[in-house]
C-alpha cells in the first residue's frame, strides 16, 4: 500500500476512541472555543472522535468545538484551517500535526496571543497539554494476551507468525514491537513484517506468507483494517481459525462484529471513541482553566470474543455517531 | 515486434528469474495464479485506461470511483443480492465514466483538472454513503472473489476474458487504430472521419465500466467496502503500469499487451519483494530502481519519436512540391 494510504488509515487510527473521560472543569463559566484538527476528516473512527468530542461540548454547555475538514493529511488545508482560527483566537487548539515541523511557527504565534495548543497522540515539549491514548501499553496487552494463546496451542513454536508495521510513523509502532520481541522469545518466525494499515494489503500479504510458509497461524495487524484484511485471507486458505491468532488494535467497527460474532478474530486493542472524544474537550479545558489534567491519556484495552459487554458498549459508538 | 516491448518482457523474465532463484516459492503455478488474482482489477483498469491513454487522454479518478462503486455495489448487494449489487457497480462506474466523458471530450475541459476533481468528489460521496466499512456481504458475492474454477480463480477468468476484449478490440478493430491516431494527432483523425469528440467520451465510458467491475471484484475479495481505503492510490498504480507498458503520456503509441505487461512486472515485483520479506525501506529503493530500469525501455521510443518529425516535415515538404505541380 502506499504511505499515504498507510498514514491515512493510521491515523484513522488514531483518532479511534479510548480512555477514561475527563476530568477537567466539566463546570466552565466562561465560554470557550476550541479547535479539534484532525487530518484524516475522512476516517470513520475520526468522525466518530470527533462527533463525541461535538456531543460532549454540547453536554458542557459552554464549550465550542470548531472541526477541520481537512483530509488526506493534507498539510496545506491543515495549515490554513488553524491559521483561521488562530486569527480567531480560539482558547485551544488540539491539533494532531501533519508535519510538526511545518507547525512550529503558528504553535509559538498561538501560545504567544494565549490559545493553548494540545497535540493529539504525536508529542511536542512546549505543548500545553495532549490528548491520546498509550500504544505501548496497548502493545504490551497485545503481546501478553499472545504469550498465553502460544503457551497454549503451540508452545513448541512450530509455527510463523506475519505482522504489520508503519514505518513512516515511528509513534504507532510501539503497538507491535512488544508482539516482534515476544515471537523471535518463543522461536517464532516472523516471516512478514510490511507497512500496511487497510485491508487490501493485509489480504495480499496475509495470502502471499500463507503461500509461502503454510504454517502461518499468527497475523497481527498494526490496525484492525489490516488484520481484518488478513482474516479473509486465512478463510479463504481454509484454515481453521480456532488454531489463528489474528489480531489488531483500534477496536473498528467490523472487528468487533467478528469478535462478538466468533467469526474469526482474535483480539483487538480497542480504543473508546466516546472517552477519547470526551477528553479532546476537558483536556483542552484543563489547559485553558488550569484546572485539572491536561494531559490525560485515554487507556486502550484488550477485547476477546470472552468479552462480550465491553464489545456491546464499544460498538455502540458507532450506532450513536454514525462511525 | 515492438522494440520497448521486447525490453520489457526481457526486464520481467529477468525479475521473474531472479525471484525464482531467490524464493522456490515464488515460480509455482499457485503463487502465479495468486500474483494475477491479486492483480485482477487493476489488469482491468489498466487495459481500459491504457487505451485511453493511447488516444492522449487520462483519468485519474479510478482510485476513488472505485471506492464509490465499491460502497453502492455493496450497499445494493446487501439489500438485493449479488447480481443487482454487479450491476450497480457498472452502473456507477459508466455514469462516472459518461461524467468524465462529457467534460472532456464533448466540452473539451482538462482531463487532469476533471478528473482529479471528480477522485475528490467521488471519494467524498463514498465516504458520505458510508463513513465506515461495510460488511456483511452475500456469501454467493464473497463466493466470487475466493472462489475458482478449473483451479484458477474466478476473478482471473473475469480479468482473462476482459482484457482479452481490450486486446482484440485494440489489435484487431478499427477502434485500436482510431485510438491511436486520435492519440497522434487528433486534427487529423477527425480529417479522417473519426468523431473525435464521441470517441473520446466513449474511451471515458469504457474506463468507467471497466472501474465499475473492478470494483465489485475488489469488494468481493475483500469481502468488505472501507471507503476509506478502498482503490486509495489505485490510480498511480495503474498509470504507473500504463506508462511502464510503452504508452507515452502524449497518447499516439502503445499496445495493450504492454500495459498487462507494465501491470505483471509490478505485481511481480511486489510479490516478490513481500515472499522474500525485505524491509519496506530497502523495498521502496528496489521498487524504484527497478521501475526506473525498466522504463528506460522507452528509451527507444524517444529515439523514434526524434525522427518522425522530420519524415512527417519531409513528407510535407513533398506534399507541398506535388500541390503546386
Redesign the interface.
Known amino acids: 500500500?502506499?504511505t499515504?494510504?498507510i498514514a491515512?488509515?493510521l491515523v484513522?487510527t488514531a483518532c479511534s476512541p479510548a480512555g477514561s473521560g475527563g476530568s477537567a472543569s466539566s463546570s466552565c463559566e466562561e465560554e470557550y472555543t476550541i479547535g479539534f484538527s484532525h487530518p484524516a476528516s475522512?476516517?470513520?473512527a475520526v468522525?466518530v472522535v470527533k462527533e463525541a468530542a461535538v456531543a460532549h461540548a454540547k453536554e458542557l454547555g459552554c464549550v465550542t468545538v470548531l472541526l477541520d475538514n481537512t483530509s488526506g493529511m493534507n498539510l496545506e488545508t491543515q495549515r490554513s484551517t488553524l491559521e483561521s482560527w488562530v486569527t480567531q483566537k480560539v482558547d485551544a487548539i488540539v491539533v494532531l500535526p501533519v508535519d510538526p515541523a511545518a507547525l512550529e511557527n503558528l504553535r509559538e504565534k498561538a501560545q504567544g496571543q494565549g490559545t493553548k495548543w494540545l497535540t493529539y497522540v504525536a508529542g511536542n515539549p512546549e505543548e500545553d497539554g495532549t490528548v491520546g491514548f498509550d500504544n505501548q501499553s496497548a502493545g504490551e496487552d497485545m503481546a501478553a494476551y499472545l504469550e498465553q494463546w502460544i503457551a497454549e496451542k503451540h508452545p513448541e513454536g512450530d509455527i510463523s507468525a506475519a505482522v504489520t508495521?508503519a514505518?513512516p510513523l515511528p509513534s504507532i509502532q510501539p503497538r507491535v514491537l512488544p508482539a516482534i520481541d515476544l515471537l523471535e522469545k518463543a522461536g517464532i518466525d516472523v516471516?512478514?513484517?510490511?507497512?500496511c494499515a487497510?485491508?487490501?494489503c493485509g489480504?495480499?500479504?496475509a495470502?502471499?506468507?500463507l503461500?509461502?510458509h503454510p504454517d502461518l497461524r499468527v497475523f497481527i495487524g498494526l490496525n484492525d483494517?489490516a488484520a481484518?484484511?488478513a482474516l479473509?485471507a486465512f478463510?479463504?486458505a481454509k484454515i481453521d481459525l480456532d488454531e489463528t491468532f489474528i489480531a489488531g488494535f483500534d477496536g473498528?467497527?467490523?472487528a468487533l462484529?467478528s469478535l462478538q460474532d466468533k467469526t474469526g478474530y482474535t483480539a483487538s486493542s480497542a480504543i473508546p471513541s466516546v472517552e477519547l472524544g470526551a477528553s479532546v474537550v476537558d483536556n483542552a479545558l484543563a489547559a485553558i482553566t488550569g484546572d485539572g489534567d491536561a494531559g490525560k491519556q485515554t487507556p486502550m484495552f484488550l477485547v476477546t470474543p470472552a468479552d462480550s459487554d465491553e464489545i456491546a458498549e464499544l460498538l455502540k459508538a458507532?450506532t450513536t455517531f454514525?462511525? | 515486434m515492438d522494440l520497448q516491448l521486447v525490453i520489457l518482457i526481457i526486464a520481467t523474465v529477468l525479475l521473474m528469474g531472479f525471484f525464482a532463484a531467490a524464493s522456490p516459492m515464488f515460480f509455482t503455478a499457485d503463487n502465479l495464479l495468486n500474483i494475477a488474482n491479486q492483480n485482477a482489477s487493476t489488469f482491468i483498469v489498466a487495459a481500459a485506461a491504457g487505451m485511453l491513454l493511447m488516444a492522449g487522454y487520462v483519468d485519474m479518478s479510478v482510485g476513488s470511483v472505485m471506492a464509490l462503486a465499491g460502497v453502492c455495489a455493496a450497499f445494493v448487494s446487501i439489500d438485493y443480492g449479488t447480481v443487482a449489487g454487479i450491476i450497480c457497480a457498472v452502473l456507477v462506474g459508466t455514469l462516472v465514466g459518461t461524467l468524465n466523458g462529457i467534460l472532456i471530450g464533448q466540452i473539451g475541459m482538462s482531463p487532469i483538472v476533471v478528473t482529479l476533481g471528480v477522485l475528490a468528489a467521488a471519494r467524498g460521496l463514498a465516504q458520505l454513503l458510508s463513513p465506515g466499512s461495510l460488511y456483511g456481504l452475500p456469501e454467493d458475492l464473497i463466493g466470487m472473489g475466493s472462489g475458482s474454477f478449473l483451479g484458477v480463480p474466478i476473478l482471473v477468468w473475469i480479468a482473462g476474458v476482459i482484457c482479452a476484449i481490450f486486446w482484440f478490440v485494440s489489435a484487431r478493430m478499427p477502434a485500436g487504430k482510431h485510438t491511436l491516431a486520435v492519440g497522434a494527432n487528433p486534427r487529423a483523425a477527425f480529417l479522417t472521419g473519426i468523431p473525435v469528440k464521441k470517441f473520446v467520451m466513449v474511451l471515458y465510458i469504457v474506463v468507467g465500466v471497466s472501474v465499475g467491475i473492478a470494483a465489485i471484484m475488489q469488494v468481493a475479495r475483500l469481502g468488505s467496502a472501507p471507503s476509506g481505503t478502498l482503490g486509495l492510490g489505485f490510480e498511480v498504480v495503474v498509470l504507473t503500469a500504463v506508462l511502464l507498458g510503452g504508452v507515452p503520456f502524449t497518447g499516439g503509441r502503445g499496445s495493450v499487451i504492454g500495459v498487462l505487461i507494465g501491470v505483471w512486472l509490478i505485481a511481480v515485483l511486489g510479490n516478490g519483494l513481500t515472499l522474500l520479506n525485505v524491509p519496506t525501506e530497502i523495498s521502496g529503493i528496489v521498487t524504484g530502481v527497478v521501475l526506473v530500469l525498466a522504463a528506460a525501455s522507452s528509451l527507444s521510443g524517444f529515439q523514434r519519436r526524434r525522427r518522425r518529425p522530420r519524415r512527417v516535415q519531409l513528407s510535407a515538404r513533398t506534399a507541398a512540391v506535388r500541390v503546386s505541380k
Not at chain 1, 191 to 195: K, L, P, T
Open positions: 500500500m502506499t499515504t494510504a491515512i488509515a484513522a475522512e476516517a470513520s468522525k508495521t514505518t516471516v512478514s513484517q510490511q507497512d487497510a485491508q487490501d489480504l495480499q500479504l495470502e502471499d506468507a503461500r509461502a483494517d481484518l484484511g479473509r478463510q479463504n473498528a467497527e467490523e462484529v458507532y454514525g462511525g
